[in-house]
């Protein structure tokens, strides 16, 4: 049962909304359930390139504050990765809102650092990702208005009550909570072993994005993004430069 065990909710924080070009600036593990305490480990990382205004408006890093006290990348993506590593070896689920973003970003900057990627260190065995994103549109389907499948109002909709969002966190949290919540009002979802669940979920962001990409190409007006020849990406849980598409 998804609420016997230990999970870990992640979350980063970025310097762009690419995943493949993004750099980290801070990320964050909660750990909750099991035999063990709940747990939060954080970093702050100086990612070398300057920080858009318009990205610090969201999580509120400065270029003075990574140059104050971040972290090299390199040292803090290998301790994260590490972490990372060790959790799935011990099966734990790792939840992050939208995984697709987060497990690209930090695939790309193992990468651009010079480090193994997860799939290097992971080898045959599956990574235990839980996405709250792609399962809240598998069993509610008709969410109404604009916006309202994004992280804050997910969690309001599940009765997850958070004061500081877009640290990351709270983010991360907000993401262990959220799939906490669908797994107690859809038992169904325990049912599935991690690799069902694994399965499952990336057959579930490919028919999403197939039919938001029908949504873009036949009903979207011009100025909501509407063409004919539109394509979303629909690649779970890595994208690929050239398959960015929508998320």
Known sequence: MFAETRRIGWDTETTA?????????????????????????????????PIPPETTEVHGITDAMVQAAGQAPAE?????????HKAIAYGMPLIAFNTAYDWTVLNFELSRNGLPMMGDRL???????????????????????????????????????LTDWHTAEADALAALLIAEAQFA??????????????????????????????????????????????????SWPLILPAQRGEQ
């Open 76 to 84: 803090a993506l290998e301790e994260i990765a590490t972490t990372m």
């Open 17 to 49: 909304p690419d995943p493949t070009e993004a750099r980290i600036v801070t990320a964050a593990l909660v750990a909750r359930g099991g035999a063990s305490a709940d747990r939060v480990q954080t970093w702050l990382i100086n990612p070398g390139v």
């Open 123 to 161: 080898g045959t065995t599956l990574p235990t990702l839980v996405d709250p994103h792609v399962i809240d549109k598998q069993v509610d389907r008709y969410v109404k208005g604009t916006g309202m499948r994004k992280l804050k109002p997910t969690a309001e909709r599940y009765g997850v009550e």
């Open 185 to 234: 009002k859809y038992p169904r979802l325990n049912d599935l072993g991690p690799k069902q669940l694994f399965a499952a979920q990336k057959t579930w962001r490919a028919e999403q994005q197939a039919g938001l990409q029908e949504w873009f190409r036949t009903k979207a007006t011009a100025e909501q993004g509407g063409a004919p020849d539109k394509v979303i990406d629909g």
